[in-house]
Structure formats: C-alpha cells, structure tokens
C-alpha cells in the first residue's frame, strides 16, 4: 500500500492527523525536501509502526538521495542505540554512570554524506520520539550553533509529532482488528 493510500485509511478519530500529515508532509513550505523527507524516515523507523514503515520506506527514495536515504536510516539505528544509553544517564541519580565511557560503536555519526545540520536534525528527531532529554538537548545545542533558527527545529519536531501519532493510530487500528503486526505489513 502506498502511504497515501494508508494515511488515507486512518479512522475518523485521527481526522486531525490526516489533515496535519497534508499540510506538514504533503504541501511542506518550512523545510527542504531532504530535511523533510529524513525526518520522515527517521522519526518513522523510531515508531516501530511496521506498516508505516514499509510504506515510508517505499516512498522515501523518491524524495531523498540514496545517501540521504541511508543517512536517515543510520540516525534512526544509533539514536535508537544512543537514546536508551543516554536517557539512562538521565533517569539514574547515580553521577558515576555519566564518567563511564559509552563503549558503543558510533562510527556512522560521521561520514554520512549529507548536511550536518540535517543529520543532527534527524538525530534530534529521533531523540524526541525516544524521549531521551539529554540528547535532545545535545542535538539542539548542535543544530542551533549551526545556525538552524527555533522555528526550523519547531517545524521538523512537528513533523515528528504527527508521523508518531499516525504510527500509534495504525498499531490501534490494527489490534482492534486483530491483525497482528506482521500481517499488518501485507496489507
């Protein structure tokens, strides 16, 4: 199914997010189409949704290089990684875990062929739906000292809001039909 297709299958209740999706991904005037569209593949491997993802995947390599393509990929896997590491660091009260090195391989934070500020925009993305504070202030500071305005780090964190959402609505929908996750990619 395409994601047209399935953004359009979303339920009455989810009106709101339809209607954002269209005016957020659809007719986006705020954000490049690369800083858009890795957004969107970033934020949509964060929510787990399998069918959102296969259709995000699919449309993807028609808005984004095949280096963006895997650029976004890569922010969603170490974020995934570095977001529990971190938000850990966060939640624990002990202050020594913070003078423990990582040990965590980390190698596609560089060399990924795109924008610095894209990247570390999708990277703050990520650690928004992750709900890692420490980094996403950390990713913020980066893309701010870049020159990245409040209103741009606004716009793609609303994007990232709705691709969650339209994630939740479709794993409700579903488990109220009965269809298990991975039926749910065949559909």
Known sequence: MT?????DTLPPSAKDLKLNYSSLVRNNSEL?????WGTVVATT???????LTAAVLAAA???LSPQAFEAAKTVA???GMNNIWYRFHHLSTNPKYATLPARLRMSGLRGHGVEEVDFELWALAVSAVNGCGK??????NVVR???ATEEL??????????IHAIGAVLDQVAAESGVEAETALAV
């Open 153 to 162: 780090v606004a716009a793609i964190v609303r994007v990232t809001a709705v």
């Open 45 to 51: 491997i964060a929510t787990r949704s399998v069918p």
């Open 61 to 63: 390599p028609q808005h």
């Open 32 to 36: 490049t189409e690369q800083q858009l």
């Open 77 to 79: 896997a170490i974020m």
């Open 145 to 147: 000292a870049k020159g």
């Open 3 to 7: 994601l047209d297709a399935l953004i």
């Open 135 to 140: 980094c996403v202030d950390a990713h913020e």
